[in-house]
């Protein structure tokens, strides 16, 4: 088991979102949190990945309790793409790069450049690598976004609506590719999704 959640309850001030939220995920295995926006999925995977605390329930990264290891070593676990922000001005490359920070010493090394050009390939991005983030479309920009979580290493991928805001091509396309690097990658995916029919697909 990769990924092992139990009772997992949270409140903002007083009021619940969550409530005994229990589930497993395999490795190789991907999987959707369903609902009309604010109905807690976000909440989840933001409780899941150690951003916010939970009141009650565990987390167990494969056997390690999340609750009780470092943010480094949560982040070096999970690898979170959270909903799409506004682009800033750094370039595709720079920017995937910046995942590497959990396994970064005192400097970039060769080896994190590999895994950055290896995360780019996979995602059929090389060619966008000079680019700058303000220059893409939705569906490139979801794509650095993967790859800058890839790059992490994680175990299991937490992705907060990663079709919102895309058309249906791309999101069809956003939803093969994430097939894809859950087969090929060995992890689990834990995906939020506010449209059924996208989530069937």
């Known amino acids: 088991m990769i990924l092992s959640v139990d009772g997992l ?16 995920l395999e490795e190789g295995e991907m999987a959707a949190l369903l609902g009309p926006n604010g ?12 951003i916010l605390r939970p009141r009650g329930g565990s987390v167990l990264m494969e056997s390690k309790d999340a609750l009780k290891c470092s943010p ?9 793409v959270p909903q799409r922000g506004d682009p800033v001005r750094l370039t595709v490359f720079d920017a995937v790069l910046l995942g590497r920070r959990p396994h970064l010493g005192w400097s970039v090394e060769h080896r994190d450049l590999e895994k950055v050009e290896s995360a780019l390939a996979s995602l059929s991005l090389e060619r966008f690598a000079l680019r700058y983030l303000d220059e893409l479309s939705g569906g490139e920009f979801q794509k650095v976004l993967l790859a800058r979580a890839l790059v992490q290493e994680p175990r299991v991928l937490l992705l ?16 093969a590719t994430l097939k894809k ?21």
């Open 9 to 24: 309850s949270f409140s903002y001030r007083g009021v619940p979102v969550l409530e005994d939220v229990t589930f497993r």
């Open 39 to 50: 109905t807690g999925k976000t909440t989840l995977l933001r409780t899941i990945n150690g």
């Open 72 to 80: 480094a070593e949560r982040s070096r676990f999970f690898g979170y």
């Open 160 to 175: 907060d609506e990663p079709t919102s805001s895309l058309d249906l091509r791309n999101q069809l396309d956003m939803l």
């Open 181 to 201: 690097v859950v087969k090929g990658h060995n992890v689990a995916a834990l995906l939020s999704l506010h449209d059924l029919n996208t989530a069937f697909r």
